[in-house]
């Protein structure tokens, strides 16, 4: 028998302006795969993690060590 694993609470509240268009798509997103509004946000915006260009900005920039903990990187990503 596997048990659940509890969801991370970790969460703060962003103060964001989108357009209505993209709050209608996520809403329509969440009704759709079943997660809140907020969990699709969340999950869809950790694909910016694989943005091979992204990673290798941060990885250029002098003092990263801060961005590298925040984001999890390793040091040789």
């Not at 969340?42 to 900005?57: A, Q």
Request: net charge neutral; proline share 1%; charged share 35%.
């Amino acid at each position: 028998m596997q048990f659940i694993e509890p969801k991370k609470r970790l969460e703060k509240k962003a103060d964001w302006r989108v357009s209505e268009h993209t709050k209608s798509t996520v809403k329509h997103y969440a009704e759709y795969t079943g997660y809140t509004e907020d969990e699709v946000v969340d999950m869809f915006l950790k694909n910016l993690l694989e943005d091979e260009n992204f990673i290798n900005w941060i990885t250029q920039k002098r003092r990263n060590k801060r961005i590298v903990q925040q984001l999890a990187l390793s040091e040789e990503a």
